[in-house]
């Protein structure tokens, strides 16, 4: 890997790394040389990750939604002298459900996890303590369904679309502290949050759904290097972008 791509001597944040895309991000930018400050709910199987890192890296189990929670633990870090190159936010989830069917009571779950996460992350990160001198990246993953429409998604393509929005407005606004903010939409990918999905609950509709990727159904690794060139250095003149990792289903 040359030196431009390299995350070699930098500090990621990723959260969400207990399993699926996030456990592959903290994987390949551990691969790609840097120190993983690993986010999640479950302590056991953010262990795993850890623990299969290439590199180096600490875990921290914090539900992203209580701001008390990651107070602690963002002081912790930021009282430690500890300084964010990246940040990785990959947790969230996810809910088919038609339009008949959506009350408030179903929208704020995923808007608490989705999109309120990682605003109030962001604002930890930004802070000048925690920002190195050359500065920092912050990647959001947004979702296909953020720009694309599909029936029973509206709750989800809300708060996906939310992101995009927000990520444009911060990276203008950040852009002075030398703060780079992007996203990346992905099409469907293989991880647990697939499998739970309504589609892969009989071979046909999953079929259904991978003939929509003409490349066929993504990888997690596939987001993660995506990822890695966002943090890195080589994109080091792209903000406010968004960037699509979904084996052509925006092209059809």
């Known amino acids: 890997m040359t030196d431009s791509f390299s995350l070699k001597g930098k500090t990621i944040l990723i959260t969400g790394a207990s399993s699926g895309i ?5 994987l390949e930018c551990s691969k790609a040389g840097a ?3 690993a986010f999640g709910r479950d302590e056991d199987r953010l262990a ?3 623990s299969s890192l290439e590199g180096e890296g600490k875990a921290f189990s914090v539900e992203l939604t209580n701001t008390d929670e990651v107070d602690e633990v963002m ?3 930021e009282n430690n002298g500890v300084k964010i190159d990246g940040v990785i936010h990959s947790a ?3 809910t088919t459900l038609p339009l008949r069917m959506i009350t408030p009571d179903k929208i704020q779950p995923l808007f608490d996890v989705n999109v309120s996460s990682a605003i109030y992350l962001s604002k930890w990160v930004t802070r000048k303590k925690m920002v190195p001198e050359n500065g920092s990246s912050i990647v959001f993953l947004s979702s296909v369904m953020g720009s694309v429409g599909e029936a029973g998604k509206t709750i989800y393509s809300i708060t996906k679309g939310a992101v995009l929005a927000a990520s444009r407005s911060m990276a203008v606004e950040l852009a002075s502290k030398s703060i780079r903010v992007n996203c990346i939409s992905p099409g469907v990918v293989e991880s647990p949050m697939s499998e739970n999905a309504v ?8 079929k259904k759904i991978a003939d929509l ?9 596939d987001v993660a290097n995506a990822a890695i060139y966002l943090l890195s250095d080589a994109s080091g003149w792209v903000t406010g972008t968004n960037l699509f ?8």
């Open 22 to 26: 996030g456990r592959a991000c903290a």
């Open 35 to 37: 120190f993983i400050l």
């Open 48 to 50: 795993e990750s850890i």
């Open 213 to 221: 990727h003409p490349l066929g159904l993504g990888k997690p690794e």
């Open 75 to 77: 002081k912790e870090l």
């Open 92 to 94: 969230g989830i996810s």
């Open 199 to 206: 589609y892969s609950r009989n071979e046909s509709a999953r």
């Open 245 to 252: 990792v979904d084996g052509g289903y925006t092209a059809r």
